[in-house]
């Protein structure tokens, strides 16, 4: 008994579960098992091993001496002991079969088989019947446990079991067509198998369901009908050859479910009966399971004229009607089948095998009727392939396959424990215990097992996902199979039928970017064709071809760039949008590529606030403090990729002509700011450091906004309005500050002008008082004696939208202040200024309009244009901000409807004139985003006209209605203007 004890400790030590049990069965081997004891250890399960091999030793007391003389056959053998039980089993019944492990190699399986039952390859059987299914299982089993050996002991890769799996289930169903044919007389009809789904790819697993169709011709002279009742009954024959129960079990079931019409159709058909249903009747899941079919039995000549001929259907399904829709339908019907144990389906459940198979199948039907490449049965060579040809990144490709091959090997362990059909992941700890253990986890079996299960569903489910719902996969599937291929000869054809006006250089753009066999050109092949498609539906398809070559000249080498458009759809449709209506939005693209990335949400085109722009832009100034060169030429380029957002969101109608207005006002005072900034610290730590002898600042300096800056209201084309102010500093001298606060000034004004490929930003301070005539920076103190002296009533006007933009913000308040003392008038306004007012606006009517203009197409100067709305809201505020503080405001629309809620503007005039203000400010944004340069009248040219319209949201026909509307909303606007103005 204390031995038994100490046995028994000894054994737990050594990793067994149950030391006791463990130790009574070395004891009743009477020392046999001893010196095997140590080659358990390592195994997945070493009591299941132990138990196992206990059993065989008392079968055949000479395994243990087989065993210790072959040290490759003892690794084989308690590797599988150590994970099924039911090939134990196996083994415990026919222990001879251990000498197979001794084999690294066995011969042809079909061969083998077929002499188990007695044939020869092609014959049937001349084993009795019984015999012969007893045989079959025999033999079956014993290549199943040599192949387990060397799986387990990793001497076969999974791709590598699953292909052999396969191949002995196409011997065994061959060698149970030769025990069928000794029971069919059926020597007038030639039968052939074809293998579907995992047979059909070579990817079986250890047990399963083995799809098949059965193809069936008449010999010469025979009757149809006749041979195919006895192709019927062969193959009904074979079928039960498989799954019958003898002493050995049966194999698998082998399952026609996908023949035509399922289970209710007929068994065997013809080829030209296949052939008619699946072009007149088939489903879309028909096809995609017809992409694995495989001749595995049988007559292998029909069978291979069946795959030739099904293929050409295969490979055009992706052009029928709702393709892509109907396989992703079908995946979500498949997933809310799936019952309570979901989350642990290897198979069904979310990250399982059929999510990647599903993807990648998916992938394949869309691009595979166009790349030849792409014709594999098999997950992983299609998955490799798709990764080869762009349609799948390598990141992604490397992502499933290995979840792929982690989540095959799992099925495989759980199958071969008791050779029963599962894909369910266990919750018992021992269960997961011989998992981890088999996959080689010593340390934390159970935990490891499971983190990495789930982390490859994860990713799994995760890229699933991202490539199964791809809209490119739409797109594509939709393009007439000569759009797609690209040929130089019906390319330019198609092109011009696309609206394409230079064909032939749009082919030169094309060609440079698909020519090759670069990683980069093969996505462009993958891409254009549908680009090109979504380019024709934009105003100006060549300009968009143009500029998606320039942008993928500069990117194409990018990683991230071709991987973005390839697998974020919205990203790709709507560069193409941009690039085919703003050679404005294009030329920025040009130098900011990488703000392509910005393309793939609306939360990305969404406005930003002043706070966070400006923490950016002062960020880039302090990184090149000693450089103020290059610290505003990193502004500048932060303000050119704000100003793409901002012209994105607007093509796109996120945004509304105010907010546009609002941020590229804002955009203008941060970039002010920061040079301002930049400009600071040039001009008084050189220049002025030598004449003052301090690098402090001798005044306060501010910047206030003028004009269409002042009111927040810049288009893209808008220079910065404004007027210089400085304070001097207690204790220096007025001339030292003034030359200070010029230095600054001009220097401010150099850093923005300096030759770059970013937007310039002009600097224009000529409303200030004295015009270009009067110094460009003038103390408070200075304007202030100014305005009080010589001030006429349109520098009031003027100063209606002053507004703080940059710089010392008291000063800025404190100049705020005084402006408003005169612009806001107690009293109102003089009737003698009224008039002057209104002498000025038909002054500048008359004089001010281009030469050759057409005054009714002009958005500023023309009747019902931005100018009268402007005037309009300015003379109220003129006359009545002083007593109704509502009207004080900068911006034009504020004032129009603080003026309706005061009582002196009707809400329906209101009404008209803020329509025909946003009317005319979205036309001038919208010359400058498509034309690229600034202009304010509606182009008289119709194929401009046509493109501003399209731009503002008019289908192609719609310019005239555009025009039409411009006419209408600016006739109303004026004699709305002309009755409230000029009363």
């Given at each position: ?309 099904v293929n050409e259907l295969v490979w055009s399904a992706a052009t029928r009607e709702h393709f892509v829709e109907d396989v992703q339908a079908m995946r979500r019907r498949v997933e809310s089948h799936v019952r309570a144990e979901g989350e642990r389906q290897l198979k069904l459940g979310p990250g399982g095998l059929r999510d990647i198979e599903f993807a990648v199948q ?462 806001y008038p107690q009293d109102g306004l003089r009737d003698d200024a009224v008039r002057e007012i209104r002498r000025l606006k038909a002054r500048m009517e008359a004089e001010r309009l281009p030469r050759g203009a057409d005054p009714a197409l002009h958005t500023k100067l023309g009747p019902g244009g931005l100018s009268d709305v402007e005037w309009v809201a300015q003379l109220l505020q003129l006359r009545h901000a002083g007593a109704l503080p509502a009207l004080r405001t900068t911006r034009t629309l504020e004032a129009l409807r603080a003026a309706v809620s005061e009582g002196l ?79």
């Amino acid at each position: 008994m204390p031995r038994i004890e100490s046995t028994a400790a000894r054994l737990a030590k050594l990793g067994f579960a149950d030391g006791a049990r463990a130790a009574r069965l070395v004891g009743q081997a009477g020392g046999e098992l001893d010196d095997l004891l140590e080659s358990l250890v390592d195994v997945a399960d070493p009591d299941l091993a132990l138990a196992s091999l206990a059993r065989l030793a008392e079968r055949e007391p000479s395994v243990p001496r087989v065993l210790r003389e072959n040290a490759e056959l003892r690794a084989g053998l308690v590797a599988v002991l150590g994970v099924s039980a039911a090939l134990g089993e196996h083994l415990v019944r026919h222990p001879k079969q251990v000498a197979l492990l001794a084999e690294p190699r066995l011969g042809d399986p079909r061969e083998e088989l077929l002499r188990a039952v007695g044939a020869d390859p092609g014959c049937e059987a001349r084993t009795p019947p019984a015999d012969a299914l007893t045989a079959l299982r025999v033999a079956y089993r014993g290549r199943l446990m040599h192949l387990a050996a060397r799986d387990l002991t990793g001497q076969a890769t999974p791709a590598e079991v699953m292909a052999e799996l396969s191949d002995l289930a196409g011997a065994a169903l061959e060698a149970a067509l030769a025990i069928a044919r000794a029971e069919v007389d059926a020597a007038d009809v030639r039968l052939a198998v074809i293998g579907m789904g995992k047979c059909g790819a070579r990817e079986l697993n250890y047990i399963s369901d083995v799809d098949v169709v059965f193809v069936a011709e008449p010999r010469e002279g025979a009757d149809e009908a006749k041979a195919l009742r006895s192709a019927t009954r062969l193959a009904q024959a074979m079928m039960r050859a498989c799954s019958t129960t003898t002493p050995e079990g049966s194999l698998w079931e082998v399952d026609a479910g996908l023949r035509p019409e399922g289970r209710s159709g007929p068994l065997v058909r013809t080829l030209a009966s296949h052939l008619a249903y699946y072009r007149r009747w088939a489903k879309t899941w028909e096809f995609q399971a017809l992409l694995k079919a495989r001749p595995v039995a049988g007559d292998l000549e029909l069978g291979a004229a069946y795959v030739e001929a099904v293929n050409e259907l295969v490979w055009s399904a992706a052009t029928r009607e709702h393709f892509v829709e109907d396989v992703q339908a079908m995946r979500r019907r498949v997933e809310s089948h799936v019952r309570a144990e979901g989350e642990r389906q290897l198979k069904l459940g979310p990250g399982g095998l059929r999510d990647i198979e599903f993807a990648v199948q998916l992938l394949q039907l869309v691009h595979g009727r166009l790349d030849p490449l792409l014709r594999r049965r098999g997950t992983l060579p299609a998955l490799a392939a798709l990764s080869r040809g762009g349609y799948v990144g390598r990141d992604d490709s490397r992502g499933l396959a290995e979840a792929y091959t982690f989540l095959r090997q799992v099925e495989h362990l759980l199958q071969l424990h008791r050779l029963r059909r599962t894909h369910i992941v266990p919750e018992d700890e021992a269960d997961l215990r011989r998992l981890g253990r088999a996959m080689g986890m010593q340390a934390d079996p159970v935990g490891e097992f499971t983190a990495r299960w789930r982390r490859h569903a994860m990713e799994a489910r995760r890229l699933h996902e991202k490539l199964f719902y791809r809209p490119l996969l739409q797109a594509v599937a939709r393009l007439p199979e000569s759009g797609a291929r690209l040929s130089a000869s019906a390319a330019a054809a198609r092109l011009e039928a696309l609206g394409y006006d230079d064909p032939t250089g749009a082919l030169r753009h094309i060609a440079a970017l698909t020519t090759g066999v670069s990683r980069r050109a093969a996505i462009q092949r993958t891409l254009l064709p549908v680009m090109l498609g979504w380019f024709a539906d934009t105003p100006d398809p060549d300009a968009a071809l143009l500029g998606f070559r320039q942008v993928s000249d500069k990117l194409g080498s990018t990683p991230w760039y071709l991987r973005l458009l390839r697998d974020e759809t919205a990203v790709a449709a709507r560069m193409a949008r941009v690039l085919g209506t703003s050679r404005y939005a294009t030329g920025l693209l040009m130098h900011a590529p990488d703000a392509v990335a910005m393309l793939g949400s609306d939360e990305e085109l969404a406005v930003r606030s002043r706070e966070s722009l400006l923490g950016e832009a002062s960020a880039a100034v302090s990184r090149h403090a000693g450089d103020p060169e290059t610290a505003v030429s990193a502004v500048r380029a932060l303000r050119r990729k704000e100003l793409f957002r901002t012209a994105v969101a607007d093509i796109f109608a996120l945004v509304d002509i105010e907010t546009v207005g609002t941020a590229l006002s804002r955009l203008t005072d941060v970039t002010l700011q920061a040079a301002l900034q930049a400009a600071l610290q040039a001009a008084l730590q050189a220049a002025l450091h030598a004449a003052l002898g301090t690098s402090a600042p001798p005044t306060s300096f501010a910047i206030i906004a003028m004009g269409r800056l002042g009111g927040m209201e810049c288009s893209y084309a808008s220079d910065a309005d404004v007027m210089f102010v400085h304070s001097p500093l207690p204790g220096v001298d007025e001339r030292e500050a003034t030359d200070a606060a010029h230095a600054v000034a001009n220097e401010l004004r150099r850093l923005l002008s300096l030759p770059a490929p970013d937007p310039p930003l002009a600097i224009d301070p000529d409303l200030r008082p004295e015009g270009r005539q009067g110094p460009l920076v003038r103390t408070l103190a200075s304007y202030r004696a100014y305005y009080a002296r010589w001030s006429s009533p349109w520098e009031a006007q003027a100063l209606l939208r002053a507004r703080f933009s940059a710089g010392d913000p008291e000063l800025g308040a404190a100049f705020v202040a005084m402006a408003d003392e005169l612009r806001y008038p107690q009293d109102g306004l003089r009737d003698d200024a009224v008039r002057e007012i209104r002498r000025l606006k038909a002054r500048m009517e008359a004089e001010r309009l281009p030469r050759g203009a057409d005054p009714a197409l002009h958005t500023k100067l023309g009747p019902g244009g931005l100018s009268d709305v402007e005037w309009v809201a300015q003379l109220l505020q003129l006359r009545h901000a002083g007593a109704l503080p509502a009207l004080r405001t900068t911006r034009t629309l504020e004032a129009l409807r603080a003026a309706v809620s005061e009582g002196l503007l009707d809400p329906a005039d209101e009404e008209v004139l803020a329509e025909s203000w946003r009317f005319a400010s979205r036309i001038r944004d919208a010359i400058m985003l498509v034309k690229a340069r600034p202009g304010d009248s509606v182009p008289r040219d119709s194929r401009e006209r046509a493109l501003i319209a399209q731009a503002l949201g008019y289908p192609p026909d719609g310019s005239e209605d555009f025009l039409d509307d411009y006419r209408r909303v600016t006739r109303r606007a004026r004699q709305v203007m002309e009755r409230v103005f000029y009363a």
